[in-house]
Protein backbone atom coordinates (compact mmCIF):
# COMPACT_ATOMS: atom_id res chain seq x y z
CA UNK A 1 0.00 0.00 0.00
CA UNK A 2 1.06 3.60 -0.37
CA UNK A 3 3.60 4.45 2.43
CA UNK A 4 1.76 6.72 5.30
CA UNK A 5 3.65 9.69 6.63
CA UNK A 6 2.11 9.54 9.64
CA UNK A 7 2.84 5.79 10.12
CA UNK A 8 5.90 5.67 12.01
CA UNK A 9 5.32 8.37 14.20
CA UNK A 10 2.24 6.75 15.24
CA UNK A 11 3.52 3.40 15.90
CA UNK A 12 6.34 5.15 18.24
CA UNK A 13 3.35 6.82 20.09
CA UNK A 14 1.18 3.77 20.86
CA UNK A 15 3.37 1.78 22.68
CA UNK A 16 0.61 0.50 24.70
CA UNK A 17 -0.05 -1.90 22.06
CA UNK A 18 2.54 -1.52 19.79
CA UNK A 19 5.78 -3.53 20.75
CA UNK A 20 8.72 -1.46 20.44
CA UNK A 21 11.29 -3.81 21.52
CA UNK A 22 9.36 -7.66 21.28
CA UNK A 23 12.62 -9.86 21.94
CA UNK A 24 12.15 -8.41 25.81
CA UNK A 25 9.08 -10.38 25.57
CA UNK A 26 10.45 -13.59 24.61
CA UNK A 27 8.75 -16.53 26.69
CA UNK A 28 6.61 -14.22 28.76
CA UNK A 29 4.40 -13.15 26.06
CA UNK A 30 1.18 -15.31 28.28
CA UNK A 31 2.04 -13.54 31.11
CA UNK A 32 1.94 -10.01 29.09
CA UNK A 33 -1.61 -10.90 27.83
CA UNK A 34 -2.58 -12.45 30.52
CA UNK A 35 -3.70 -15.63 28.93
CA UNK A 36 -2.67 -19.77 28.55
CA UNK A 37 -3.23 -19.68 25.11
CA UNK A 38 -1.16 -17.09 22.30
CA UNK A 39 -2.18 -16.89 18.90
CA UNK A 40 0.21 -15.29 16.57
CA UNK A 41 -0.85 -13.71 13.04
CA UNK A 42 1.67 -13.40 10.26
CA UNK A 43 1.08 -10.90 7.68
CA UNK A 44 -1.88 -9.36 9.46
CA UNK A 45 -2.45 -6.49 6.82
CA UNK A 46 -4.69 -3.86 8.20
CA UNK A 47 -5.47 -5.74 10.66
CA UNK A 48 -9.55 -7.57 10.32
CA UNK A 49 -8.98 -10.67 11.14
CA UNK A 50 -6.62 -9.94 14.18
CA UNK A 51 -8.40 -7.21 15.71
CA UNK A 52 -12.11 -9.48 15.22
CA UNK A 53 -10.86 -13.04 16.78
CA UNK A 54 -9.36 -10.55 19.47
CA UNK A 55 -12.34 -8.81 20.40
CA UNK A 56 -14.50 -12.73 20.15
CA UNK A 57 -11.92 -14.54 21.99
CA UNK A 58 -10.60 -11.91 24.93
CA UNK A 59 -9.28 -15.16 27.31
CA UNK A 60 -7.00 -16.07 24.41
CA UNK A 61 -3.63 -14.00 23.80
CA UNK A 62 -3.24 -12.62 20.42
CA UNK A 63 -0.26 -10.57 18.23
CA UNK A 64 -0.05 -9.71 14.72
CA UNK A 65 3.30 -9.20 12.88
CA UNK A 66 3.32 -6.63 9.73
CA UNK A 67 6.47 -5.91 8.08
CA UNK A 68 5.11 -2.78 6.46
CA UNK A 69 4.79 0.16 8.70
CA UNK A 70 1.85 1.66 6.71
CA UNK A 71 -0.29 -1.23 7.25
CA UNK A 72 0.97 -1.74 10.19
CA UNK A 73 0.31 1.81 11.58
CA UNK A 74 -3.69 1.49 10.40
CA UNK A 75 -4.13 -2.00 11.72
CA UNK A 76 -2.97 0.35 14.95
CA UNK A 77 -5.27 2.71 14.54
CA UNK A 78 -8.38 0.42 14.51
CA UNK A 79 -7.12 -0.73 17.73
CA UNK A 80 -6.32 1.90 19.16
CA UNK A 81 -10.01 4.15 18.11
CA UNK A 82 -11.60 0.48 19.04
CA UNK A 83 -15.02 0.98 20.71
CA UNK A 84 -15.79 -2.72 21.08
CA UNK A 85 -13.05 -3.77 23.59
CA UNK A 86 -10.44 -2.40 25.21
CA UNK A 87 -7.81 -4.47 23.64
CA UNK A 88 -5.83 -6.00 26.50
CA UNK A 89 -5.44 -9.35 24.85
CA UNK A 90 -4.08 -7.77 21.68
CA UNK A 91 -0.54 -6.85 20.50
CA UNK A 92 1.68 -5.59 17.42
CA UNK A 93 4.69 -6.08 16.41
CA UNK A 94 5.93 -3.77 13.51
CA UNK A 95 9.08 -6.21 11.67
CA UNK A 96 10.02 -8.95 9.69
CA UNK A 97 9.02 -12.24 10.56
CA UNK A 98 12.38 -13.55 9.61
CA UNK A 99 12.76 -12.27 12.91
CA UNK A 100 9.88 -14.24 15.15
CA UNK A 101 12.65 -16.84 16.90
CA UNK A 102 14.04 -13.51 18.22
CA UNK A 103 10.55 -12.29 19.70
CA UNK A 104 9.37 -15.78 21.06
CA UNK A 105 10.69 -18.50 22.66
CA UNK A 106 10.33 -22.57 22.02
CA UNK A 107 6.94 -24.10 22.65
CA UNK A 108 5.30 -20.89 23.10
CA UNK A 109 3.00 -20.47 20.57
CA UNK A 110 -0.42 -22.33 20.54
CA UNK A 111 -1.75 -21.26 17.29
CA UNK A 112 0.01 -19.62 13.77
CA UNK A 113 -2.16 -18.05 11.49
CA UNK A 114 -1.22 -17.63 7.91
CA UNK A 115 -3.60 -15.36 6.16
CA UNK A 116 -3.92 -14.79 2.56
CA UNK A 117 0.34 -14.61 2.65
CA UNK A 118 1.97 -13.32 -0.61
CA UNK A 119 2.33 -15.88 -2.62
CA UNK A 120 5.95 -15.21 -4.32
CA UNK A 121 5.31 -16.97 -7.41
CA UNK A 122 8.59 -16.68 -9.23
CA UNK A 123 11.39 -19.33 -8.49
CA UNK A 124 13.86 -17.54 -7.19
CA UNK A 125 11.52 -16.09 -3.91
CA UNK A 126 10.13 -19.12 -3.16
CA UNK A 127 11.71 -19.09 0.13
CA UNK A 128 10.34 -16.42 0.84
CA UNK A 129 6.99 -17.74 1.22
CA UNK A 130 5.52 -17.96 4.76
CA UNK A 131 4.55 -21.24 4.34
CA UNK A 132 8.60 -22.70 3.06
CA UNK A 133 10.69 -24.81 4.77
CA UNK A 134 12.76 -22.44 6.18
CA UNK A 135 10.23 -20.55 7.73
CA UNK A 136 8.51 -24.28 8.66
CA UNK A 137 11.55 -25.25 10.46
CA UNK A 138 10.91 -22.07 12.65
CA UNK A 139 7.86 -22.58 13.13
CA UNK A 140 8.35 -25.75 14.55
CA UNK A 141 10.77 -24.89 17.50
CA UNK A 142 7.84 -22.04 18.50
CA UNK A 143 4.80 -24.47 18.79
CA UNK A 144 3.81 -25.56 21.73
CA UNK A 145 3.34 -29.25 21.82
CA UNK A 146 -0.42 -29.46 20.07
CA UNK A 147 0.70 -25.96 19.01
CA UNK A 148 -1.00 -26.00 14.97
CA UNK A 149 -0.27 -23.97 11.84
CA UNK A 150 -3.69 -22.52 10.37
CA UNK A 151 -3.74 -21.40 6.67
CA UNK A 152 -5.90 -19.56 4.28
CA UNK A 153 -5.22 -18.40 0.97
CA UNK A 154 -7.61 -17.70 -2.60
CA UNK A 155 -4.21 -18.64 -4.46
CA UNK A 156 -4.25 -22.34 -6.01
CA UNK A 157 -0.61 -22.37 -6.75
CA UNK A 158 0.50 -21.77 -3.22
CA UNK A 159 -2.33 -23.29 -1.86
CA UNK A 160 -1.21 -26.75 -3.62
CA UNK A 161 3.24 -25.98 -3.11
CA UNK A 162 2.57 -25.19 0.63
CA UNK A 163 0.51 -28.93 0.90
CA UNK A 164 4.29 -30.12 -0.13
CA UNK A 165 6.26 -27.93 2.06
CA UNK A 166 4.01 -29.13 4.77
CA UNK A 167 4.62 -32.84 4.20
CA UNK A 168 8.19 -32.65 3.65
CA UNK A 169 8.79 -31.24 6.63
CA UNK A 170 7.18 -33.39 9.61
CA UNK A 171 3.68 -32.03 9.64
CA UNK A 172 0.43 -33.49 9.35
CA UNK A 173 -3.16 -32.22 8.61
CA UNK A 174 -6.06 -32.08 10.54
CA UNK A 175 -8.18 -29.74 8.77
CA UNK A 176 -7.84 -29.43 4.67
CA UNK A 177 -10.27 -27.77 2.59
CA UNK A 178 -10.29 -26.70 -1.19
CA UNK A 179 -13.60 -24.59 -0.50
CA UNK A 180 -13.53 -23.64 2.92
CA UNK A 181 -16.61 -20.96 2.58
CA UNK A 182 -18.85 -22.99 1.53
CA UNK A 183 -20.08 -24.01 4.99
CA UNK A 184 -20.27 -21.03 7.56
CA UNK A 185 -17.22 -20.94 10.27
CA UNK A 186 -19.08 -18.07 12.45
CA UNK A 187 -15.88 -18.84 14.68
CA UNK A 188 -13.35 -17.60 12.28
CA UNK A 189 -13.41 -13.70 11.15
CA UNK A 190 -13.95 -13.09 7.28
CA UNK A 191 -11.55 -10.13 6.43
CA UNK A 192 -12.63 -7.57 3.92
CA UNK A 193 -9.37 -8.79 1.66
CA UNK A 194 -10.90 -12.68 1.96
CA UNK A 195 -14.48 -11.25 1.64
CA UNK A 196 -13.79 -9.92 -1.93
CA UNK A 197 -12.66 -12.93 -3.06
CA UNK A 198 -15.78 -14.62 -1.92
CA UNK A 199 -18.06 -12.13 -3.97
CA UNK A 200 -16.34 -13.05 -6.97
CA UNK A 201 -17.02 -16.61 -6.52
CA UNK A 202 -13.17 -17.44 -6.08
CA UNK A 203 -12.45 -20.82 -3.57
CA UNK A 204 -11.14 -20.18 -0.27
CA UNK A 205 -8.08 -22.63 0.04
CA UNK A 206 -7.43 -23.95 3.70
CA UNK A 207 -5.96 -25.98 6.31
CA UNK A 208 -3.99 -26.76 9.69
CA UNK A 209 -1.52 -28.79 10.11
CA UNK A 210 0.54 -30.30 13.18
CA UNK A 211 3.77 -31.60 13.94
CA UNK A 212 2.99 -35.47 13.36
CA UNK A 213 4.42 -36.34 16.42
CA UNK A 214 2.50 -34.03 18.14
CA UNK A 215 -0.38 -35.97 16.21
CA UNK A 216 0.71 -39.39 17.31
CA UNK A 217 1.06 -37.82 21.25
CA UNK A 218 -2.69 -36.78 20.65
CA UNK A 219 -3.92 -39.74 19.30
CA UNK A 220 -2.23 -42.02 22.12
Not at 41 to 70: C, F, Q, R
Not at 187 to 195: F, H, L, V
Request: aromatic share 12%.
Amino acid sequence: MRKKKWADPYIAEHTEFAVQIPNEYKGRWKQLLQTDSLHVEIGMGKGDYLHHMAAANPDTGWVGIEKDHSAAAVALRKLVESTDYDGRNERIIVGDAEQITDWFGAGEIDVIHLNFSDPWPKTYTHKRRLSSKRFLERYRLLLSADGCIRMKTDNKGLFEDSVLYFLENGFTFTEFSVDYRRNPHPEDAITEYENRFMELGQPIYQLCAKRQEAVYETAE
